[in-house]
């Protein structure tokens, strides 16, 4: 078996979770270019020998060609945080700190953190946070200084620890209670 040969099985036995990984950071209408466009990619590579890990290779491949993708959209995508639809799109990027959240329901919970936070500072922490710009580089296209970007990014990272500290609070609150009766209930038996 040649290394094309290779690099072809190892795309199709890697395609589904490509589409899973890449629609974590880019809109649904994107996912299948960029998947293709990763395979382009392979096929256009010169050494190919020198990929030890094929399928680590077509994910990381595929996860940057996403990354790059919302890196020249960014202006577009920036612009739209005014509007609130739009923003859901927008905060889905795979980002190390969207990582961290564990299930779909503290997932919906951090991004209405973020949409609760005031305009400008929304704007300087998606900025950050999801597309991992520096204080300079945001300050430069939003116009602003550097230290109101610093600023802006303390406050957002206080108000969404906050929020979720509250929620968390409220469930282990709402969670005991639910023991409580449950154990009262089964008492009764």
């Known amino acids: 078996m040649t290394i094309d040969d290779t690099l072809h099985n190892s795309f199709m036995a890697a395609r589904k979770l490509m589409l899973r ?4 950071i880019v809109q649904p209408r994107e996912v299948e270019d960029i998947v293709q466009e990763t395979y382009v990619r392979i096929c256009q590579i010169e050494k190919k020998e020198n990929i030890k890990q094929p399928r680590s290779f077509l994910l990381k491949t595929a996860k940057n060609l996403a990354f ?8 577009r995508l920036v612009d739209a945080v005014d509007d609130m639809a739009e ?3 927008f905060v889905s990027a795979d980002d190390e700190v969207f990582q961290q959240v564990a299930t779909d329901k503290e997932f919906s919970q951090y991004c209405q953190a973020i949409r609760e936070l005031p305009l400008q500072c929304r704007k300087v922490f998606v900025l950050k946070k999801v597309y991992g710009y520096s204080q300079k580089e945001i300050a430069k296209k939003l116009e602003i200084s550097e230290s109101t970007v610093e600023k802006h990014i303390a ?4 108000r969404c620890t906050y929020f979720m500290m509250q929620l968390t609070k409220d469930d282990r609150s709402e969670h005991m209670k639910t023991s409580e009766k449950k154990n009262q209930l089964g008492g009764l038996r």
Do not use: A, M, Q
């Open 155 to 158: 406050i957002g990272v206080k």
């Open 68 to 75: 790059d993708h919302l890196k020249r959209s960014e202006t």
């Open 87 to 89: 923003f859901d799109c």
């Open 21 to 24: 990984v890449v629609s974590r």
